[in-house]
C-alpha cells in the first residue's frame, strides 16, 4: 500500500505546519487561551480562508472534497501547536453528523457557514451515566403536534459554551441502553428551556454541561431518521477518534523534540544531561512510542471509513489503545525528563502531557479499547 501524499496534500502539510509555527507559539496560544471564548476568533478566520474548515465537505456545500487523510494532515499539525479553536468540535463531530447524516436542505444551511467560520457547533451526547457506551442514551424526546420537546442532560461537550448549534442525541423509543430508538436533533444553543455551564478542562481547553427542559425543534431539525441514529453516531465517532489519534501523534512528537532540545542544553556535573547514557535510553524509547503511535494513527485514518462495522470497531479500539499507552509514556517520560519544572505553567512539555491525557479519556480510554478489543477477539481473528 502507497503511503505516500500527493502533491496537493503535500502542499497542505506544508502550509498548515508553518501556520502553526508562525501564529501558534506557546506565548502565542497562552494569549488564545486567555480570550472570553478560550480560542482565537482571528485564527479560526484565518483557518476558514485557507479552506481547512470545509476540507472534507462537498464542493457544493462550499468545501474541498477531501478526505480522512487530510483531517489526518490538519490535526497532527494542530496537534503540535496545542491548538485550542474547536477544530474537533464543529468541522470534525458537528460538520460530519450534518454532511453524512443531514438532509440536502441541512447541508445547504450549515455546511457553508461552517466552512466560512460563521457557525460553530458542538456535538452533545455524552452523558452522566453512559460513561463511553454510545447507546446509552436516557435524554428524551417526546413528539407533540407542533414538532418535538427534548429533556435531557449532556455532560462534557467539548466547545459547548461557545457553540451556535448544537447537535444533541435523545431516546425517541426503547429503554436506556436499546441501539434502536435514538434520534438526532439540531438545537440552537439559545433556544429556550436549554442551560450551559461551561468550564476547564484539565488541557485547559473548554467543554459545557448541557441541560435541557422542554427545548422545542420542528421535525426540521431531526438529522436522518428519528429512532436509527446510532449507526451515524458510531461513524462520526470513529472519524474523531482517528482526528484524535493524528491530533496525538503530533503532540507526542513535539513533546519528544522539545524533551531532546531540553537534553542538550540542560547540565548537571559540567556537562549537558543529554551525554548520559541512561537518559539517552529513555528519549530513544520515547521515539519508538511515537513512531509505533504514528503507524497506528495512519491505520486509524484508513480504517475510520470501513464499512464492516465490527472491523471498523476492533482497528478503532487497537488505535486507541496504542495511542493511549504511546501518549502516556511519552508525556510522563518528557516531564520526567525536564525534571521539577515539567510540570509548571511556563514548560510546555506539562500542556502536551495534559492534552495528550484527555485524548486518551476522549471516547474511551486505552484500558475501556482494550477490553472492547479483548471482548471481540483481538484486531486480527486468529482462527482467520
Not at 1 to 19: A, G, H, I, N, P
Not at 141 to 147: F, T
Request: aromatic share 6%.
Amino acid at each position: 500500500m502507497d503511503f505516500d501524499l500527493t502533491d496537493e496534500q503535500r502542499m497542505l502539510k506544508d502550509s498548515v505546519e508553518r501556520l502553526v509555527k508562525d501564529e501558534y507559539s506557546f506565548e502565542q496560544r497562552a494569549r488564545y487561551l486567555a480570550e472570553p471564548e478560550g480560542f482565537s476568533r482571528a485564527q479560526w478566520a484565518r483557518y476558514a480562508s485557507m479552506g481547512l474548515l470545509g476540507l472534507t465537505f462537498d464542493e457544493a456545500f462550499g468545501g474541498s472534497g477531501c478526505g480522512p487523510v487530510e483531517t489526518m494532515i490538519v490535526m497532527e499539525a494542530f496537534g503540535r501547536g496545542l491548538v485550542a479553536e474547536p477544530y474537533l468540535a464543529t468541522v470534525v463531530l458537528g460538520g460530519s453528523c450534518i454532511r453524512l447524516g443531514g438532509s440536502v436542505a441541512q447541508r445547504e444551511a450549515i455546511l457553508p457557514h461552517i466552512a466560512d467560520g460563521s457557525l460553530l457547533m458542538a456535538f452533545a451526547h455524552a452523558e452522566p451515566q453512559s460513561r463511553y457506551d454510545l447507546a446509552d442514551v436516557a435524554a428524551s424526546a417526546r413528539r407533540d403536534a407542533k414538532g418535538w420537546l427534548l429533556d435531557g442532560a449532556k455532560r462534557v461537550v467539548i466547545h459547548g459554551g461557545s457553540a451556535d448549534r448544537l447537535i444533541v442525541s435523545a431516546r425517541v423509543s426503547g429503554a436506556r441502553r436499546d441501539r434502536a430508538g435514538i434520534a438526532l436533533f439540531l438545537v440552537d444553543a439559545n433556544a429556550p428551556g436549554l442551560t450551559r455551564r461551561g468550564y476547564l478542562m484539565q488541557d485547559r481547553l473548554r467543554a459545557a454541561d448541557i441541560d435541557l427542559s422542554g427545548v422545542r425543534v420542528t421535525d426540521d431539525d431531526v438529522i436522518g431518521v428519528a429512532g436509527e441514529a446510532l449507526p451515524l453516531i458510531e461513524t462520526v465517532v470513529a472519524q474523531a477518534i482517528a482526528a484524535l489519534c493524528a491530533e496525538a501523534v503530533g503532540s507526542m512528537a513535539a513533546a519528544y523534540e522539545e524533551t531532546v532540545a531540553y537534553l542538550k542544553v540542560r547540565k548537571q556535573f559540567g556537562v549537558a544531561i543529554g551525554s548520559f547514557q541512561a537518559l539517552q535510553h529513555r528519549a530513544v524509547d520515547m521515539l519508538v512510542m511515537v513512531e509505533q503511535a504514528r503507524s497506528m494513527a495512519l491505520f486509524a485514518t484508513m480504517m475510520s471509513a470501513e464499512q464492516d462495522v465490527a472491523e471498523r470497531e476492533r482497528s478503532m479500539s487497537a488505535a486507541k489503545v496504542q495511542i493511549g499507552q504511546a501518549g502516556r509514556f511519552v508525556g510522563q517520560q518528557g516531564v520526567q525528563l525536564h525534571g521539577g519544572i515539567g510540570m509548571t505553567e511556563e514548560c510546555k512539555v506539562g500542556h502536551y502531557l495534559r492534552r495528550l491525557s484527555v485524548i486518551d479519556i476522549l471516547f474511551g480510554a486505552a484500558e475501556h479499547h482494550l477490553t472492547q478489543l479483548a471482548s471481540a477477539g483481538g484486531l486480527i481473528d486468529a482462527a482467520a
